[in-house]
């Protein structure tokens, strides 16, 4: 759809275009709601999945100009699936050229789980730029929240699912599963990557919900050929096996320099990917910043209750 050109659909983008922001990388942006509204980016999830049609929703298009993209190498952004030149300072510099070239001085900024942990260093490091932060599920980028996560979590809450997940690894594998899965979803050998792709896939998404359809591993998808491939796993890999490219503790230590940018804190109180503790340690270093507990919600955006808190959020640091 051409600039300017306000669609039908209140919640359809008003404009789409391919933005270069050097290294090889072409990035999708589209722009949502009023060509004149109050400026706000949100930061898809992953890293690697992309923005998603009911990302959308979170924006009242009457009030919003809200920008979304997909980061380097997920969803429309090309190439797809590139690792190269692909890491945090990249993707919080790509920030600042779509700032830039849609002509915004100041913006919003939400996003949740990874979404969050690039909202983070972002602010952190244009604080200048950034009117209030609306996060969800937040992940500081850690090994430590891993360890928890798809370790002593797992098999405190799915102790049958983790044990699925060790016996996808050889024994010598087994002592150092993260290191081991990370190392084989990344391998150029489709036969050792697949099935480490599909293992993390589905027990991430067992993760993600308080209620999940499925708490085991589906040997028969893992096996299966010619299924698709998640393209999630290859990109958090990358990440994950690289700290997320931050400095240790990096989001932490730095939080009081978001001083008082108003900030709402996104919670699910069974969310056992990005559990409620690390939220709350980072609001007692945040001074803006305020948690908002939602209970009977695990991780997902989709969970119960999540959505609405977050649109109510962003509202409310707008002043609407």
């Known amino acids: 759809m051409p600039e300017g050109l306000v669609a039908a659909d209140p919640f359809a983008p008003l404009t789409t275009k391919m933005v270069d922001v050097g290294d090889g990388h072409q990035l999708y942006v589209e722009t949502v709601g009023h060509p004149l509204g109050i400026p706000a980016v949100y930061l898809h999830g992953g890293p690697g ?5 009911g990302h ?3 924006f009242d298009p009457d009030v919003f100009r809200a920008v979304l993209f997909d980061q380097r190498g997920a969803g429309r952004s090309t190439p797809h699936g590139a690792r190269t030149n692909n890491t945090t300072a990249h993707l919080v510099a790509d920030m600042e050229t779509i700032r830039t070239r849609l002509g915004i001085e100041r913006w919003m900024v939400v996003g949740g789980s990874w979404g969050a942990t690039l909202a983070l260093a972002y602010a952190q490091a244009h ?3 950034v009117t209030g932060i609306v996060l969800r599920a937040t992940f500081l980028g850690t090994r ?16 049958a699912l983790h044990a699925d997940f060790l016996e996808m690894l050889p024994q010598d594998e087994r002592h150092a599963p993260l290191d081991a ?3 084989r979803i990344l391998s150029p050998d489709p036969e050792v990557s697949r099935p480490a792709v599909m293992a993390w896939y589905q027990t991430e998404r067992a993760l993600s919900q308080i209620a999940p359809p499925h708490d085991r591993l589906d040997h028969q998808a893992i ?3 010619g299924a698709a491939r998640p ?3 290859a990109m958090e890999a990358h990440y994950f096996s690289n700290d997320c490219f931050l400095a240790p503790n990096q989001l932490m230590d730095n939080a009081p320099v978001l001083g008082t940018i108003p900030g709402r804190i996104i919670q699910g109180r069974y969310d056992l990917l990005c559990p409620p503790a690390t939220a709350y340690a980072l609001a007692e270093r945040w001074p803006g910043a305020k948690v908002i507990p939602i209970a009977g919600a695990g991780h997902s955006q989709t969970e119960p209750g999540v959505e609405a808190a977050m649109q109510q959020a962003i509202s409310e640091l707008a002043g609407v």
């Not at 360890?147 to 098999?155: K, N, P």
């Open 223 to 225: 096996t299966a050929q």
């Open 144 to 159: 430590q929240e891993l360890e928890w996560a798809f370790g002593t979590g797992l098999s405190r809450f799915y102790p």
């Open 181 to 183: 899965y990370w190392r």
């Open 231 to 233: 393209s999630t796993p």
């Open 56 to 58: 959308r929703l979170l």
């Open 49 to 53: 999945s992309g923005c998603q049609p």
């Open 127 to 129: 604080p200048d730029r």
